[in-house]
Structure formats: structure tokens, C-alpha cells
T-cell receptor
Framework: NAGVTQTPKFQVLKTGQSMTLQCAQD?????MSWYRQDPGMGLRLIHY???????DQGEVPNGYNVSRSTTEDFPLRLLSAAPSQTSVYFC?????????????FGPGTRLLVL | AQSVAQPEDQVNVAEGNPLTVKCTYS??????LFWYVQYPNRGLQFLLK??????LVKGSYGFEAEFNKSQTSFHLKKPSALVSDSALYFC????????????FGKGTRLHILP
């Protein structure tokens, strides 16, 4: 199993540009989530999904969209990038949405918005 | 809504000494509690979790954590620190009574001094 994969590893955007951060898992996990990591702020939940076709907002959803058309994929879209979205983004997945299971994290995407 | 606090930004411990990384939480129901570790330029790795049962939970790399319901705490401990334990540690919580969000603390940087 490849586990949780994220692409790209690093991206530079200009303010106002759009992009999609890709996340995929091959473990047939129901639950997937996106976090951003900022110095002094820890990990903050952006959006999460408890299964295909179901998404919900986390702690900091503004400026981000998600969709979950398949179990495997959970892309994160920035429609109009802002410098405040400069961060490291982590995708995670777990077997179910019960909350009891361990989350598996991807390697992260480092995003710089100029 | 659930929340988690890690009151120390950084903890310094001499190699061979016991270490403690503090975590307190707030939930409306009963909690699921987790500890994750992040090594430099890496994603997060699972250390241990409390779901139910014995208040003392043992995890990877010799770490353990004690669930204390009256103090709403879940401190991470290790009897004898290694230099290789130096990393960023995150506590996370899921409220069994709440929605499906898993919320992380701000993280504590652990420095083990040789």
C-alpha cells in the first residue's frame, strides 16, 4: 500500500490564482481530512469527509472547497489564493468516522502564496 | 465543541531523565484522545490513543500516557528520554458525543539534551 499520498510536495502561487491540492489513499478508509499547519497554531482542521459524497467544515474552512466523489480521493481547492493561505497542508485518513481509529497522515504540501 | 490545550510550547529534558508533555482537553461527552509525533520535514505519526478502559495507555517508542478524567488531562510520559525523542508532539481529541471532528493542539516541541 502507498498509504496517503499528496501532490504536489511544494507549490508557489500568486495572489488570486487557483489550485487544487491532491490527496489519495489506497486503504479504503472512510474518513479523510485536511489540516493546515502554521507555526504557533498547531494543526487546524479545514474540512473533513466521513465517506464518498459527504463533506463538512472544520475549524478554518473559509477560502477552501472540497469534494469527495470517490472513497480514494479528497482534493482541496483554493479558488483565489491569499498570502494568509501560505502554510503546510496535511491530508489524513482513517478506517471509519467513529473517531476511535488512528489517522494516517500524508507527507504534506508546502504552499507559498506571494 | 471540543478543544485541546498544550500549555508548553517547548520542553527541555536531559537525556536519561523522565519526560512529561502536558495535554488538557474539553469535551461535552467522553473523549477519544491521541498523541502524534512529527519529526522534522515529515508528516505526523501515531504514538498512542485512549479510547476506553485502563487509564494508563502504552504506545510506540516507550511512550505512555495517563488519562485523568477529573483533571481532563492526557499527559504524555516516558521514563528515560533519548536524544532521538526530540520532535514536535501533538495531542488530539474527538468528542464521542459531538460531530466527527478530530481537533489537535498547538503542539509541544520536545528537546532532549545530550
Amino acid at each position: 500500500n502507498a498509504g496517503v499520498t499528496q501532490t504536489p510536495k511544494f507549490q508557489v502561487l500568486k495572489t488570486g490564482q487557483s489550485m487544487t491540492l491532491q490527496c489519495a489513499q489506497d486503504m479504503n478508509h472512510e474518513y479523510m481530512s485536511w489540516y493546515r499547519q502554521d507555526p504557533g497554531m498547531g494543526l487546524r482542521l479545514i474540512h473533513y469527509s466521513v465517506g464518498a459524497g459527504i463533506t463538512d467544515q472544520g475549524e478554518v474552512p473559509n477560502g477552501y472547497n472540497v469534494s469527495r466523489s470517490t472513497t480514494e480521493d479528497f482534493p482541496l481547492r483554493l479558488l483565489s489564493a491569499a498570502p494568509s493561505q501560505t502554510s503546510v497542508y496535511f491530508c489524513a485518513s482513517s478506517y471509519s468516522s467513529s473517531g476511535r481509529e488512528t489517522q494516517y497522515f500524508g507527507p504534506g504540501t508546502r504552499l507559498l502564496v506571494l | 465543541a471540543q478543544s485541546v490545550a498544550q500549555p508548553e510550547d517547548q520542553v527541555n529534558v536531559a537525556e536519561g531523565n523522565p519526560l512529561t508533555v502536558k495535554c488538557t482537553y474539553s469535551v461535552s461527552g467522553n473523549p477519544y484522545l491521541f498523541w502524534y509525533v512529527q519529526y522534522p520535514n515529515r508528516g505526523l505519526q501515531f504514538l498512542l490513543k485512549y479510547i476506553t478502559g485502563d487509564n494508563l495507555v502504552k504506545g510506540s517508542y516507550g511512550f505512555e500516557a495517563e488519562f485523568n478524567k477529573s483533571q481532563t488531562s492526557f499527559h504524555l510520559k516516558k521514563p528515560s528520554a533519548l536524544v532521538s525523542d526530540s520532535a514536535l508532539y501533538f495531542c488530539a481529541v474527538r468528542d464521542m458525543r459531538g460531530d466527527d471532528k478530530i481537533i489537535f493542539g498547538k503542539g509541544t516541541r520536545l528537546h532532549i539534551l545530550p
